[in-house]
């Protein structure tokens, strides 16, 4: 797996190895060792997943969590394909306003990591697009 450091502080794109073969093909979107790697530190505690699915042209966001309590995210598109977008909300930030796109797709099956206080939205270019997400905490609204 490969990781990039995006240009929001703390926020990274991973790209998993993909293994085809004649019955499809197999990956790990997530991977605690290289994660740690280029993060610093372990994946938070998952205290909720998500999953949505949305047609063609929906933009859902910019979501974000007031800080406390805050939510990291982890988010990989599982079928279709968006542009994922984050930006840094955090007041004080070095990078506050800073923002960063990643096309999260079925051919490259990158996954983004954002730190607590960074919002996060996206634009599904497909039908049918899902994205999956690993939270630190639950839904506070």
Not at 67 to 79: D, E, I, L, S
Not at 123 to 134: I, Q, R
């Amino acid at each position: 797996m490969s990781a990039r450091p995006l240009r929001v502080a703390g926020a990274y794109a991973f790209t998993p190895k993909v293994f085809p073969d004649s019955r499809g093909a197999f990956l790990s979107p997530f991977q605690e060792a290289a994660f740690t790697a280029a993060v610093g530190h372990p994946l938070f505690p998952v205290a909720q997943s998500n999953h949505s699915v949305s047609a063609r042209d929906v933009v859902r966001g910019i979501h974000y969590t007031l800080t406390p309590p805050g939510t990291a995210k982890y988010v990989y598109c599982a079928r279709g394909s968006a542009l994922d977008i984050v930006v840094d909300v955090r007041v004080g930030s070095p990078t506050f306003g800073a923002w960063d796109a990643v096309l999260l797709d079925q051919a490259d099956h990158r996954a983004m990591y954002f730190p607590v206080g960074l919002g996060h939205a996206f634009v599904s270019l497909e039908d049918d697009t899902v994205m999956s997400y690993m939270l630190s905490g639950g839904y506070v609204a």
